[in-house]
């Protein structure tokens, strides 16, 4: 069974304090994993994903690693607006179309 | 784009009712998932519908059941519900691998 652990739960930062948030995981033939963003009363919002250790991508202050155990979310000089749930998750492979999430690390920059 | 559109937003019923949630997919999508989000915790795999079918489903009893339309828009029941399918409900869509969410129908029982 697929398996997804985020840490830490939450995470306070001070505006511009530069941290990491993980994403362990355990999954049969790693079809891709995901990190999605979500606000308080809101649906996911999707921001990468990643299929292959070594891969990496950014967009803005984040920039998504991959292992072939762990995903690191890196967040640069946060503002107050990356104040969000920060969630993971794995697809697994053959005839599987679920994605599987973790908890979900909230994240919350202070001014 | 409207996006992902789910109704109702908000609702609440008792216990042993019945409820029909329902999901218009971004345009271009084929594709329908049902996630079940409790508070503090990450979305569960209900199931999802491609042509109409069911073509995978999580670990969830009978009581929940599906139907895709030819418009590709999904409806989700719930029969005999419980104080625990208090939860968000969120609809996905997708023609690939990537899930684009709607905001969610938050369902309270009482």
């Known amino acids: 069974e697929d398996q997804v652990t985020q840490s830490p739960e939450a995470l306070r930062l001070q505006e511009g304090e530069s941290s990491s948030l993980n994403c362990s995981y355990t999954v049969s033939g790693l079809r891709g994993l995901f990190w999605y963003r979500q606000d308080p009363g809101k649906g996911p919002e999707f921001l990468f994903t990643l299929y292959s250790a070594g891969e990496e991508k950014e967009k803005e202050r984040l920039k998504a690693t991959l292992t072939k155990k762990e995903s690191f979310l890196h967040i640069t000089a946060p503002k107050p607006e990356d104040s969000a749930t920060y969630l993971c998750a794995v697809q697994g492979g053959g005839s599987n179309y679920k994605l599987t999430f973790g908890k979900g690390t909230l994240l919350t920059v202070n001014p | 784009d409207a996006g992902v559109t789910q109704s109702p937003t908000h609702l609440i019923k008792t216990r042993g009712q019945q409820v029909t949630l329902r999901c218009s997919p971004k345009?271009?999508?084929?594709?329908v998932s049902w996630y079940q989000q409790a508070l503090g915790q990450g979305p569960q795999f209900i199931f999802q519908y491609y042509e109409e079918e069911e073509r995978q489903r999580g670990n969830f009893p009978d009581r929940f059941s599906g139907h895709q339309f030819p418009n590709y828009s999904s409806e989700l029941n719930v029969n005999a519900l419980l104080l625990g399918d208090s939860a968000l409900y969120l609809c996905?869509?997708?023609?690939?691998?990537?899930?684009?969410f709607g905001a969610g129908s938050r369902l309270t029982v009482l």
């Open positions: 345009s271009g999508h084929d594709t």
């Open positions: 996905a869509s997708s023609s690939t691998n990537v899930l684009t």
